[in-house]
């Protein structure tokens, strides 16, 4: 049974990645859900999730994702104002705010890390923090290598 859990898993991710990578294929929205489907299947099987704990899991993850998401939005705001039409006492406000914001996240990390110690063990909590930058490079990966992707190196936010 936990075979087959992990096989259909580990088949959703496949199935899914590619066609997130590829432009033109459906909405935004429907590639975002293929994606976060993908994102479930890898964490699921880097962690070893039983069935009972990824019932436990999920729903304290997906809280944990659309805070820290949240905090990713406001914090991507403040980097959108055009510098140079800020005075100093902006700049130095939203870097003020940009730092309480990074404490947040780090503060949100573990908060939530000790929840996830409640669900799992702490060798799949280890693994689940790893999986998510491994899911992250791949995604970024597949997003570059694709035709009319942007170009990977330095600089340009792609990890190769």
Not at 77 to 105: C, G, I, P, Y
Not at 110 to 139: C, M
């Amino acid at each position: 049974m936990k075979l087959l859990f992990r096989s259909l898993l580990l088949l959703c991710l496949l199935a899914a990645l590619p066609a997130v990578a590829q432009p033109g294929q459906g909405d935004r929205q429907a590639r975002m859900s293929q994606l976060e489907n993908a994102k479930i299947a890898y964490i699921t099987e880097k962690v070893s999730l039983t069935q009972d704990q990824a019932q436990r899991f999920w729903p304290v993850y997906n809280e944990y994702s659309a805070k820290r998401r949240e905090l990713y939005h406001t914090m991507r705001k403040l980097r959108t104002d055009d510098q140079n039409a800020l005075s100093d006492a902006q700049v130095k406000e939203n870097l003020t705010k940009a730092f309480a914001l990074r404490q947040q996240e780090v503060d949100l990390e573990k908060d939530y890390f000790n929840k996830f110690q409640k669900l799992l063990s702490i060798r799949q909590v280890s693994k689940l923090f790893q999986a998510e930058r491994q899911f992250t490079k791949e995604v970024l990966r597949r997003v570059a290598d694709r035709p009319g992707g942007p170009p990977a190196g330095p600089g340009t936010g792609v990890v190769n």
